[in-house]
């Protein structure tokens, strides 16, 4: 089985370029999380969906991030513009509703650098 | 909100050494998972926990969930050098049964 997969690996990118991190859950799962990993601040769910419905994005640090998942296989999590705090790894993981709380499969993350 | 602690937050044992991470909830917790973070890769499911009090084993691995089921444990026996990484505990936020409150994270480093 294909597990989350994430793209591009790495990034590297100036100030006040636009972002754009991509996610292909598992297939049939029906959940969806990005999460943001730094060492100062560990990891940090930013947004999850659910359904493809954005059910709580109250961890998105500010305006300049936005999530999208316009079907149940494609997920993008965009920053515009960027800037060198939001340089960490980036996770998407997914799950399917099963049992007392589902397990969550996390993609290899995105590296990105914001010169 | 709820918050979920982990000591320590670096361990470095000697390969053949015991290690154990302490996982402690605010709240009291419907269940536990731990996950497993290699240096450069991404965390990965190793257990669930449900039942007050309950002890499951996986080979030199062994997770406690406490009997208030707001702490927990992971112990490892005899580390071996593949057992490095971060080890994070996680329980579920509460009135969701998807979202995840991640612990910090404890990394253990063998030293062969």
């Known amino acids: 089985d294909a597990g989350v997969i994430q793209s591009p690996r790495h990034e590297v990118t100036e100030m006040g370029q636009e972002v754009t991190l991509r996610c292909k859950p598992i297939?049939?799962?029906?959940?969806l999380f990005w999460y943001r990993q730094t060492m100062m601040r560990g990891l940090e769910l930013l947004i999850y969906?659910?359904?493809?419905?954005?059910?709580?994005d109250s961890g998105m640090p500010e305006d300049r991030f936005s999530a999208k998942m316009p079907n149940a296989s494609f997920s993008t999590l965009k920053i515009q513009p960027s800037e060198p705090r939001d340089s960490a790894v980036y996770f998407c993981?997914?799950?399917?509703?099963?049992?007392?709380?589902?397990?969550?499969?996390f993609g290899p993350g995105t590296r990105l650098t914001v010169l | 909100g709820q918050q979920v602690m982990q000591i320590p937050q670096y361990q470095h044992v000697q390969e053949g050494e015991d290690f154990t991470t302490y996982c402690n909830s605010s709240?009291?917790?419907?269940?536990i998972q731990w996950y497993k973070q290699r240096p450069g890769g991404h965390p990965v499911f190793l257990i669930q926990?449900?039942?007050?009090?309950e002890v499951k084993k996986q080979k030199r691995l062994t997770f406690q969930f406490g009997e208030a089921k707001k702490n927990s444990s992971l112990h490892i026996t005899a580390t071996q050098t593949t057992d490095v990484g971060t080890y994070f505990c996680?329980?579920?936020?509460?009135?969701?049964?998807?979202?995840?409150?991640f612990g910090s994270g404890t990394q253990l480093t063998v030293l062969p």
């Open positions: 969906f659910n359904n493809n419905v954005p059910i709580d």
């Open positions: 993981a997914s799950s399917q509703a099963r049992g007392v709380t589902d397990t969550q499969y």
């Open positions: 926990l449900v039942k007050s009090g």
């Open positions: 297939s049939g799962h029906n959940s």
């Open positions: 709240t009291t917790l419907s269940n």
């Open positions: 996680a329980g579920p936020e509460k009135g969701s049964a998807r979202q995840l409150t």
